[in-house]
């Protein structure tokens, strides 16, 4: 490993549903999964204790797809797609020898742990990656906003958004070819702004919490590991 050292101890790191489809869209891009799995297993390697957030919307977005469907059981079938993505990461880990827990928000005994704060700290304190899913357990409420509830519960240093965008940017630079790309920025600017980083709820929480936030492109898994090691990648937002 040499000499260097992880610039973060403890982290969240937040996975789109979307992310682990690749190309495809849907479903699970399995070369996806074993980049991002390899990525990981460096990090653990380097001693960062890492917490995963994982989102479903690869399966299944309550908003989006739930238009038919009252909100609440939309938005609980969403949370059952989370489960498939977790169940699929830890599989994954676990080929790369990684050691990994998955604890849901719903309880799901038969296959993974009912979240327990006390219990995935411990499984952190050991060494083991621990995978979050159905996001906070209630409707109404992102993986973002969950991503940035298991951070603050687990005393995580920093919260990791792996998106398919290399940061924030002033507007859509989909839509916008001038759009400026900022390298930080703090919680104020992107609320007023009404910048797309998280949704309004994730990012009051996050800011009330003093959590920062780093935003960069999942494209490059390798991202991961280079923002751990304090490397200047994307995004960062703070409350200064």
Known sequence: MGSEKPKYRRVLLKLSGEALAGENKTGLNFDVLKNICAVIKKCVDARVEIGIV???????????????L?????????MMATVMNALALADVLEQFDV???????????????????????????????????????????????AAVLRAAE???????????????????PNKEPDAVKY????????????????????????????IPVILFALKDPENIYKVIMGEKVGTMVTQQ
């Not at 994982?54 to 038919?68: E, L, T």
């Not at 009252?70 to 969403?78: C, F, K, L, P, T």
């Not at 899913?133 to 906003?145: E, K, L, M, Q």
Request: aromatic share 6%.
């Open 54 to 68: 994982v989102g479903g919307g690869n399966f299944w977005r309550g908003v989006k797809d739930g238009g038919n």
């Open 154 to 172: 687990i005393d995580a240093d920093v919260i990791l958004l792996a998106k398919n965008v290399d940061g924030v940017y002033s507007a859509d």
């Open 99 to 145: 050691p990994v827990r998955v604890q849901t928000a719903l309880e799901i005994r038969a296959v993974a742990e009912p979240y327990i704060r006390l219990k995935a700290i411990k499984h952190l304190e050991r060494g083991r990656v621990v995978i979050f899913g159905c996001g906070t357990g209630c409707p109404y409420f992102s993986t973002d906003t």
């Open 183 to 210: 390298d930080s920025i703090t919680y104020d600017e992107v609320l007023a702004q009404h910048l797309s980083v998280m949704d309004s709820t994730a990012t009051s929480l996050s800011m009330d919490n003093d």
């Open 70 to 78: 009252e909100r609440s059981r939309a938005d609980h079938m969403g």
